[in-house]
């Protein structure tokens, strides 16, 4: 039993985690239409920055600039690069295309600095572990289930009582009906990669977290556990993304925890786990648990 429950709370902080990663490829694609491949490594990035600069700044100080600066360079991405103009619905695959081309730059580059090493990012729950009952969990779990909550509800709290939710919402419905509204939607698209790439940023701070060993240049590859999460829960639909992401977690740590017994999967099966499950939920909800029948005129 105390096994099923250690299991259960790593899946649950891996769900928080991998929410706020499935969160941004959510709110890009409501904002743009854009499926954002190069998510990855601005995960990688924010974690590199807090790691190279805890020891000046602090790790708070470390944290806040590697959120602003991995915003930045998500906003600058889609502003310059993207040429976002926010009226052609068919440049949205082309944009995605580049996505796949900034990814290879940007992780390149990274790896480069990086090389074989595990940095640390200065955390400051170490590994320090608590008992909750017959459960002992890591500190840096615990602070990833309520950090992440925190800041999910923040969101929540952007899409429906701010102005900015209301025009994203609105150009995700009727991109043209927006705009004639007077939807500033190049500003809308923008603010949405910058806060894709904060969330991104943050999410490397407890992927690197004990009881991971520390970042390594593979790390931004987890953001694609996270993409099966929001292709889950319907990649316009953010409470979707949310429940795909618990999903995908808890089918993680199961399968981690219970890997001897299910030997005869295979031992990289916990690996491969998060696209099992979204294939058997997509063969019973093609538009995911949470979206939508889209309306077309015949």
Known sequence: MTTFLDNIFNGLALGAVYALVALGFVIIFKASGVMNFAHGSLLLLGGYLTAVLHDDLGF??????????????????????????????????VQTIVTIGVDIVILTDLSRRI?????????????????????????????????????????????????WGLSLRASAEDVEAAALMGVRLVRIRTLAWCLAGALAALAAVFLAAFPAPGLERTTGQIALKAFPAAILGGMA??????????????????????????????????????????????????????????????
């Open 60 to 93: 708070a100080g470390a944290l806040a600039v590697a959120v602003l600066v991995t915003a930045a360079v998500a906003g600058a991405m889609d502003r310059f690069l993207l040429h976002a103009d926010g009226t052609d619905p068919h440049a949205a695959h």
């Open 115 to 163: 090389g074989g090493d595990l940095l640390s990012l200065g955390d400051p729950w170490g590994d320090s572990v608590s008992g909750l009952g017959p459960v002992t969990v890591a500190d840096s779990r615990i602070a990833a289930i309520v950090v992440s909550t925190v800041v999910i509800a923040g969101v929540f709290a952007l899409f429906r009582y701010t102005s």
């Open 237 to 298: 639909s953010p409470p979707g993304a949310l429940a795909g992401s618990l999903l995908i977690g808890l089918t993680e740590a199961l399968v981690a925890g219970y890997q001897s017994d299910l030997h005869i999967l295979g031992e990289g099966f916990g690996d491969v786990a998060p696209y099992a499950v979204m294939v058997l939920v997509l063969l019973v909800r093609p538009t995911g648990l949470f979206g939508g029948k889209a309306a077309v005129r015949v």
